[in-house]
């Protein structure tokens, strides 16, 4: 069992920038990959990144490429997505979702997931 408890959301200008944090606790979360995924409203949820559980492996959804960046410190059981260059095509809710094992299977991530209760990230001017 996971948990997993997202934070850093709120609302920025376009071109600004925004990190959340994603802090894992339950049985061995150095153990899962952690991802970032987001919902628009009325839009499908759409996976925004995957890290390793080592942190040596990330992926990124082609409309975040260069602007995002996912990290960890498993030190802090805690994973960051920093975002930067922010567009109002971003907003959307953020959800922090762990899954043990790597980022193989990750953007369908449908099963075996946990999954946070979700961050805003609003951009508008």
């Known amino acids: 069992q996971l948990q997993v408890v997202e934070s850093g959301g709120g609302e920025v200008q376009p071109g600004g920038s925004l990190r959340l944090s994603c802090a894992a606790s339950?049985?061995?979360?150095?153990?899962?990959?952690i991802a970032w995924f987001r919902q628009a409203p009325g839009k499908e949820r759409e996976g925004v990144s995957c890290i390793s559980p080592s942190g040596s492996k990330t992926n990124y959804a082609d409309s975040v490429k260069i602007r995002f960046t996912i990290t960890r410190d498993n030190a802090k059981n805690t994973a960051y997505l920093q975002m930067n260059s922010l567009t109002p095509e971003d907003t959307a809710v953020y959800y922090c979702?762990?899954?043990?094992?790597?980022?193989?299977?990750?953007?369908?991530?449908?099963?075996?997931?946990?999954w946070g209760q979700g961050t805003q990230v609003t951009v508008s001017s």
């Open positions: 979702a762990a899954r043990f094992g790597g980022c193989n299977t990750w953007p369908d991530w449908d099963y075996n997931t946990y």
């Open positions: 339950g049985s061995n979360p150095d153990y899962s990959a």
